[in-house]
């Protein structure tokens, strides 16, 4: 089945630097990747997503890439702010493969002031 | 605020015991899944069903069981509750069942056995 490996587990970037947070995924067959903030005491909530006909994805301060020869995307998070600490969570499916959420282990990013 | 509800938010109980969490997804979703998280085995895939009916399965144990009413919601039933079962239930909800639609998540039940 499906496999994501996500890294780093842990980044602290000061405020206004930019941060990145790479998934590497098994299924070739996958075609939906989102992106989940998860704050503390709270549920997931996406950020963004990408699907397997285009390579990137833009929405303000947030861009996730995506190359699928390699089986990788990223998040990209410029100009950071206080508010983006948080729990990050990338995922991949696809109704050619796991037709369910597989999400990586995620990433606590820390910004600090 | 996602629009998936669930109930209760905190559950505290005995090892042996059984326990029902309540889910409600957002209107007009049709899809509704079950996640558990734990601090050592992030986030895992239990259960989805999609219009009243079951359509695909993760790491659900047998002592695990859920099932979708006619009006869309969803529990999820936990029985003979062990230590290791103490973690954070959330539960999805999505339009349809292709696997390549948002999910959008509840804010969870803290789940606590003792």
């Known amino acids: 089945g499906e496999n994501v490996e996500q890294h780093p587990s842990t980044l602290s970037v000061q405020e206004g630097d930019s941060a990145v947070i790479k998934c590497t995924y098994s299924d070739s067959a996958s075609n939906y990747f989102p992106w989940y903030k998860q704050e503390l005491g709270k549920g997931p909530q996406l950020i963004i997503d990408i699907r397997s006909n285009v390579g990137e994805k833009k929405d303000q301060r947030i861009a996730v890439t995506l190359n699928k020869t390699a089986k990788h995307f990223s998040l990209h998070i410029t100009e950071t702010q206080p508010e983006d600490s948080a729990v990050y969570f990338c995922a991949a499916s696809g109704w050619g493969g796991a037709q369910k959420l597989v999400f990586g282990q995620g990433t606590r990013l820390t910004i600090n002031p | 605020d996602s629009g998936v509800t669930q109930t209760p938010k905190h559950l505290i109980t005995a090892t042996g015991q059984r326990v029902t969490l309540r889910c409600s997804p957002r209107s007009g979703d049709l899809s509704v899944y079950w996640y558990q998280q734990s601090l050592d085995q992030g986030l895992q895939f239990l259960i989805q069903?999609?219009?009243?009916?079951?359509?695909a399965k993760g790491n659900i144990l047998e002592r695990f069981s859920a099932q979708q009413f006619p009006d869309l919601h969803s529990e999820l039933n936990l029985s003979s509750l062990e230590l290791g079962d103490s973690a954070l239930y959330f539960c999805?909800?999505?339009?349809?069942?292709?696997?390549?639609?948002?999910?959008?998540f509840g804010p969870g039940t803290r789940l606590l056995v003792l």
């Open positions: 999805a909800s999505s339009v349809g069942v292709t696997g390549e639609e948002t999910q959008y």
């Open positions: 069903y999609y219009n009243g009916e079951e359509r």
